[in-house]
């Protein structure tokens, strides 16, 4: 089983749309998830972390299910600036691993008038 | 806000060259990475540095890699004798003592072209 597995994709959805990514990790000591977003031949960004209680930020809520090993990204109301690739993330730290990220191969979104 | 800076943003080399790419990390950060992606596929992890010396590596970051931190500000990367499978991104990160478990911050990376 992958470390990290994501929706394939792509996602082409009209603006004003709501879409929702998932993910599903293997590594059950995994500490800390996030969601980054790449643009084209950029660097990834942070866009947010993802707790257990479920979070929100403006149009993007996260939630996380550790007892199901799954994390999922809802994005309301699209722009065409959401078009970029979204990634699943996490980071094991403590014992030996020293922050060490193991990204999922991304979920392609595009955003059209 | 704070930036991890890379440089070049384009490097050109020949097969079997070294290359050394750069990075200056956050200035108060203490551990550093490298990553690389090769187009098209996902990000991949290649090594963590703390406390001056490699803290994790990746079954990629054999023998042909090293890193180093010469002068307390800038970061490293050396490929000894590249390869062609060794073009991709290489993207460099920095994290807080105490705030890596909130994710941290890339450079915009280094665009390698092996010919």
């Known amino acids: 089983r992958k470390e990290v597995e994501q929706d394939p994709g792509p996602f082409n959805v009209p603006e004003g749309a709501t879409v929702a990514f998932n993910c599903t990790y293997s590594n059950s000591a995994s500490q800390s998830f996030f969601w980054y977003r790449q643009d084209c031949r950029k660097e990834p960004k942070l866009l947010m972390s993802?707790?257990?209680s479920g979070n929100e930020d403006g149009r993007f809520t996260a939630q996380l299910n550790r007892a199901s090993q799954y994390i999922s990204l809802l994005i309301r109301d699209s722009k065409l600036s959401d078009s970029a690739t979204y990634l699943c993330?996490?980071?094991?730290?403590?014992?030996?691993?020293?922050?060490?990220?193991?990204f999922g191969q991304g979920t392609i979104l595009t955003v059209h008038p | 806000e704070p930036e991890v800076t890379q440089t070049p943003s384009h490097q050109v080399t020949q097969m079997g060259q070294e290359v050394i790419l750069r990075c200056v990390p956050i200035?108060?950060?203490?551990?550093f990475y490298w990553y690389r992606q090769i187009l098209g596929q996902k990000v991949e992890f290649l090594v963590s540095?703390?406390?001056?010396?490699?803290?994790?590596k990746s079954e990629i970051f054999d023998d042909q890699f090293s890193v180093e931190r010469p002068d307390g500000s800038n970061f490293t990367l050396k490929i000894r004798s590249t390869k062609l499978e060794d073009s991709a991104m290489y993207f460099c990160?920095?994290?807080?003592?105490?705030?890596?478990?909130?994710?941290?911050?890339f450079g915009s990376g280094t665009r390698l072209t092996v010919v």
């Open positions: 993330v996490f980071l094991n730290a403590g014992g030996t691993s020293y922050g060490k990220l193991t």
């Open positions: 990160a920095s994290g807080g003592q105490g705030q890596i478990i909130y994710g941290y911050t």
């Open positions: 540095f703390y406390n001056n010396e490699i803290s994790e």
């Open positions: 200035s108060n950060h203490l551990y």
């Open positions: 993802v707790y257990s």
